[in-house]
């Protein structure tokens, strides 16, 4: 059973679009950070959240933890063939530790 | 500021083999976790070290096993190496227990099980 379920799974869309990428669990997270990774390299972070409604931006990203602390969604605006990854999410649950779970992935492409 | 540093990038080894991975953390972290990640899937779990003690573990069998130095480097063993074993294995530090718990990445060290 995936604790972390990421939608879509993958995503292709024309430079300029806007798309969004959901995360979802049934579990409580005490925080949730973003990820972005390209091939043959490890994840980097990209955000933290930690207060349930919150919302971050960076640049043309969007972050938003839901008010329950069970979800979060990724919003890029006009992205760019630079966007192009894999982008994970990762929860820590209070019982946990500071061990992350990861979600599944979103595969983006940005074609130019 | 080093950035997590991990060796070797690459590694094939045969089946029924044991293997080490090492990892050096970011200045200033003292714990180290390790994580795997297959192909086309998120990273996993396997254990966790702070001030060189195991400070949790995923669902991975003994056969996984780690260190953790004085100087908070890291190694992970992998004994009995299987086809399945081959992944990307991560290592990510981070700073003192508490906080958002943010952790950092190394690149990886990709190894190939034949």
């Known amino acids: 059973t995936q604790l972390l379920e990421q939608s879509p799974q ?35 972070l990209l955000v933290t959240v930690v207060t349930g409604g919150e919302v971050k931006k960076l640049k043309r990203l969007t972050f938003q933890f839901g008010d329950a602390r069970k979800d979060s969604s990724l919003h890029i605006t006009a992205a760019q063939p630079g966007d192009t990854g894999l982008y994970l999410c990762a929860g820590r649950i209070r019982t ?5 779970t990861f979600g599944e992935g979103t595969q983006l492409t940005v074609n130019p | 500021e080093t950035g997590v540093t991990q060796s070797p990038t690459h590694l094939i080894k045969t089946r029924g083999q044991q ?25 996993q779990f396997i254990f966790q070290y702070y001030r060189e003690e195991e400070n949790g573990r995923g669902n991975f069998p003994p056969r996984f096993s780690g260190l953790q130095f004085p100087n908070y480097s890291s ?19 981070q700073p003192e227990w508490g906080g958002t718990y943010e952790q950092y990445f190394g690149p990886g060290t990709r190894l190939t099980v034949t």
């Open chain 2, 19 to 43: 293997v080490t991975l090492r990892c050096s953390s970011q200045s200033g972290h003292n714990t180290v976790s390790w994580y795997q990640q297959a192909l086309g899937q998120g990273p």
């Open chain 2, 75 to 93: 190694e992970l063993n992998v004994n009995a190496l299987e086809l399945d074993d081959s992944a990307l294995y991560l290592c990510a530090s």
């Open chain 1, 10 to 44: 993958f995503l292709s869309i024309q430079e300029g679009e806007n798309l969004t990428v959901y995360c979802n669990s049934s579990s409580v997270f005490s925080s949730l950070q973003w990820y972005r990774q390209e091939p043959g390299e490890g994840p980097v």
């Open chain 1, 96 to 100: 946990s530790g500071s061990r992350l």
